[in-house]
Each structure stands twice: as C-alpha cells, then as structure tokens.
C-alpha cells in the first residue's frame, strides 16, 4: 500500500510559479513510475509529467519547457515545479504511483491560476 498526500496548491497569477509536492508513505517510491496529472471541470484527467525507477521524465506537450518532476528519494517525496504558469494550466492536480499493475492516488490539490 502506498499512501500519497499532495500539497502546495493555491492560486496565482499568470505568469507566477508554484511546486507542487506528494509526499508518499507505506513504501518506498523508488520503484514506482511516479506521475502528476491533472483534471479541470468537464475536462478528462491528463497526464501532465512522468517519473520512473529509472530516471527518464516526460512531459505532455502543453507543459514542456516550464513543468519540471523530481523525486527526493530519501524524503519519499516527488515534486512538480510549474512556472510561467497560464490560466489554462488551473485544475486540480493529482499524484499517481505505479507499479506493475498496482495504482494509488493522493487527493489532488486545487491550482487556480487568475489575476
């Protein structure tokens, strides 16, 4: 069982930065596929940004270039810093760890991006 909390959401302006943070317990992360995705009202879940036991990211097309994912293996925490965020980018983030075909997500955090 692994148990994810998220947090670091609120609201910002366009252009701002926030970093989102999953903190993980029950187990280890560090051979889970971590990933952080994202639902806005009447829009499907996406994925935003990838992170596996290896070390390879990958980022939706949308967000590349101002989305960065880590992971803090001695924390058990994984993070996703967004900059240059724009309103579209508002929605309520989620956190995801994978492994075979086991599945646990946290709660999501609301990030509203407004002036």
């Known amino acids: 069982q692994v148990q994810l909390v998220e947090s670091g959401g609120g609201l910002v302006q366009p252009g701002g930065s926030l970093t989102l943070s999953c903190a993980a317990s029950?187990?280890?992360?560090?051979?889970?596929?971590m990933g952080w995705y994202r639902q806005a009202p009447g829009k499907q879940r996406e994925l935003v940004a990838l992170s596996t036991s290896g070390g390879s990211t990958d980022y939706v097309d949308s967000v590349k270039g101002r989305f960065t994912i880590s992971r803090d293996g001695a924390k058990n925490m994984l993070y996703l810093q967004m900059n240059s965020l724009k309103p579209e980018d508002a929605a309520v983030y989620y956190c995801?760890?994978?492994?075979?075909?086991?599945?646990?997500w946290g709660q999501g955090t609301q990030v509203t991006v407004s002036s």
């Open positions: 995801k760890a994978q492994l075979g075909g086991r599945a646990y």
């Open positions: 029950g187990t280890t992360i560090s051979l889970f596929t």
